[in-house]
């Protein structure tokens, strides 16, 4: 189910997915933000290094849930970077300020993503350093979208349809990872945040079970705040249909050091956790999750 390479012949496809060898949960698991792909083009336009770059990154987030594929779910990954194309926005969450043309009138130009310079194509990395020298042609936002943004959606309602057929519901755990400091750290001082749109993208007993391990472990944990869920959790979760999505924030500091993006000793404890999660979230009984009919 891989995507065809759209970057080049020797560049990676747009994302992979980690199948387990008979999926026996009704779970999907997917990583928007761990890709790691910068490719050369990309570099050569940007103001900033890769390093500088790589602050957007929920790096090693497809590491921490690994473990999906042995209990029975598969684990969808991005393979390029947030900074490059961000598949957890609206396909043209754009900024008319980043491109040498005009936008078409579909675009998205006034979403709070997009104020604060991290629509689908970000200009903004990190506090607030500016990623491109000059700005881009529509054009290239529009191959990025379509070669990249594209496949991974495709991919993942594929994954949820699957899912949903051999099951008769889905459980989506989008999985991410947050700053330390910064102003989000500062609201929301926590170790994880869950998010389900305050109710809207999953049923209750979800978070309450995901909430329960996590805390049960000593973790911090706080609900929707500053993270209630973003396109992923809100486009896919559809709790009435039978289709729950629900967000997991890590802090990165509980399993890797921000500054180097290197793994702390702390990795594989978090990492069972993690699998943990999955597998308390996979025990759920079906009753509050199969599709309701509409009300009379």
Partial sequence: MDAPAAEGPNSPPACTVLRPKRQTVPLVLASPHSGTWYPPAFLAQAALDRDTLRRSED????????????????????????????????????????????????????????????????????????????????????RRIEALYRPYHATLAALIAETRARFGYCVLLDCHSMPSAGPDAAVQGADVVLGDRHGLSCAAELTQVAARVLSGAGLRVARNAPYAGGYTTGHYGRPTEGVHALQIELSRRLYMDEQTHIPLASFGALRALMARVVAAVAEVAPLSLLPRPPEA
């Fill in 59 to 142: 790096t090693f987030v497809d590491g921490l849930f690994a473990d999906a594929p042995g209990l029975g779910a598969p684990l969808l990954c991005a393979l390029y970077p947030r900074a490059y194309v961000d598949v957890n926005r609206e396909p043209y969450e754009l900024d008319p300020g980043m491109f040498s043309d005009p936008l078409p009138p579909y675009a998205n130009t006034t979403s709070p993503r997009v104020a604060a310079g991290l629509g689908t194509i970000a200009r903004l990395v990190g506090a607030g350093a500016l990623i491109y020298r000059q700005p881009l042609p529509f054009a290239e936002a529009r």
